[in-house]
């Protein structure tokens, strides 16, 4: 009778979603207008984005009136961010809640230097404000390890002068208790030339994203903040060794290119933390702690890994392993990995292309001379392959161990620790989340030995 009861629920929430889909469509409807309202009758002029900045979420015209420029801000409500503003809109004192808000930052002797003046905010969610003219972060750091080297004219000196104070400031307001609110990612924020000063010009983000989401953790917004001040202090520096890891750091910075959830593309790292000529550079995996959880002597051992992405868990074993090998079928994770340990003198780490879907399984023999290996790496990979099993099964045959993460819905690691138990005879949980990573926790790691026949 499962059957009937799923027919029931579904037609009981029908309706509403119906409801809620004709809402979004008269919304768009009537935001169209507006926003073409706006650009060919009152002369509102399309903003020129940077083709690296996000601009799903809204369009963005200048206005100008009396020899004074604003920003306005028209939102796309089929994205999800535009549901979220518009239904804190629509209850009881919703807007005149967010206009205080938005008012409260803009004049608080702290985040007040680093939020821009919000002018007007109507029932749509349309935000006319303060315009600030100057240099976006997020296409700063691109340029520069597109590069190697600053746009003509920027200063970073300057630049990361004023990004240490946006940090301070940042602490000292959520040490006087204020709320943990806003989106710092580096496309909302400028660096506003005339006054030195570091601001955030996504209003919509300070209402949307709220305590306790993990885009408004401490860690998360330092780890977008400080990556972003080593890319300055790299670059400003006179020294060989800094220059030869800025170009390992851009190799790296093009995985994130990928447009797949694992590119880590909000990270100076990428989808691994990396430790180059001795700095550390974090990543959305912190590798030196999901290997501080794994009880295995991984001293003068033979370690591959399938699906390395940039080779950062093979980097952080190098000092220890005999030998490591990692493979990736992204061309641009392969360069990375490769490079990283030439900046850093490794000889006992080797990086291959290879295809795990499409590529002879045979061939990893190969690849590692035909000796056995100690442990097999596969971590949070088996939702992007669809023959996983089967690549499990054969790591199984040549690998003594096996550390493994699963990733995917709750149905599809459960498929996955089954397998596992059939490849294995001892298959133990090392954690049942994932606690290095900021944003992603639902992952499950796993020690497995003693490969069945």
């Known amino acids: 009778m499962d059957w ?19 809402s979004v469509r008269l919304r768009t409807i009537a935001m169209e207008l507006r926003y073409r309202l706006a650009v060919r009758l009152l002369g509102y002029r399309p903003m020129a984005l ?47 809640g967010i206009r205080v808000l938005l008012a409260s930052l803009a004049s608080d002797p702290v985040m007040g230097t680093h939020v821009p003046r919000v002018h007007h905010v109507d029932r749509l969610g349309v935000i006319e404000s303060e315009y600030v003219d100057g240099e976006n972060l997020a296409v700063l750091k691109a340029y520069i390890l597109e590069h190697l080297t600053p746009p003509p004219g920027v200063r970073p000196a300057a630049v990361r002068r004023a990004l240490q104070q946006l940090r301070a400031d940042l602490r000292s307001y959520w040490a006087q208790g204020g709320a943990r609110r806003g989106d710092w990612d580096l496309q909302n924020l400028i660096y506003e030339t005339s006054s030195g000063v570091i601001k955030n010009v996504d209003h919509e983000g300070f209402v949307t994203y709220r305590d306790g989401d993990p885009q408004t953790s401490d860690e998360f917004i330092e780890l977008l903040l400080g990556g972003m001040d080593a890319v300055l202090e790299l670059v400003e520096s006179d020294s060989a060794v800094d220059q030869r890891t800025l170009a390992a750091l851009s190799a790296v910075w093009k995985t994130t290119h990928s447009g797949e959830s694992y590119s880590g593309r909000r990270y100076l790292a990428g989808y691994h933390s990396l430790r180059i000529a001795g700095k550390s550079f974090r990543g959305q995996r912190d590798c030196e702690a999901r290997l501080a959880t794994v009880p295995f002597d991984f001293a003068d051992k033979v370690v591959l890994d399938l699906g390395c992405n940039a080779g950062g868990m093979l980097h952080a074993l190098a000092g220890v392993i005999g030998e490591g090998v990692g493979i990736d079928r992204d061309p641009r994770c392969v360069n990375a990995a490769t490079l ?8 006992n780490l080797h990086f291959l292309m290879f295809d795990l879907e499409h590529d002879e399984l045979d061939d990893l023999r190969v690849f590692t001379f035909g000796q056995r290996i100690d442990i097999c790496f596969m971590l949070s990979v088996a939702m992007w392959i669809p023959n996983w099993k089967e690549v499990v099964r054969f790591a199984s045959t040549f690998a003594d161990a096996m550390l493994f993460e699963t990733n995917g819905s709750s149905a599809q690691q459960g498929e996955q620790v089954a397998h596992l138990r059939q490849c294995f005879s001892d298959v133990r949980v090392l954690q049942d989340r994932s606690p290095d990573d900021p944003l992603q926790k639902n992952r499950a790691m796993y020690l497995c030995s003693g490969p069945r026949p």
């Open 4 to 22: 009937l009861r799923q027919g029931v629920q579904v037609s009981r929430t029908a309706p509403k979603r119906v409801a809620n889909a004709v």
């Open 340 to 347: 990283v340990a030439q900046v850093n003198g490794t000889s």
């Open 50 to 96: 940077d083709p690296r900045i996000d601009n799903s979420v809204s369009r963005v015209c200048v206005r100008e009136q009396n020899g004074t420029r604003t920003v306005v801000k028209f939102p796309r409500f089929g994205i999800w961010w535009a549901r979220r503003f518009y239904n804190d809109l629509k209850v009881p004192d919703g807007l005149s």
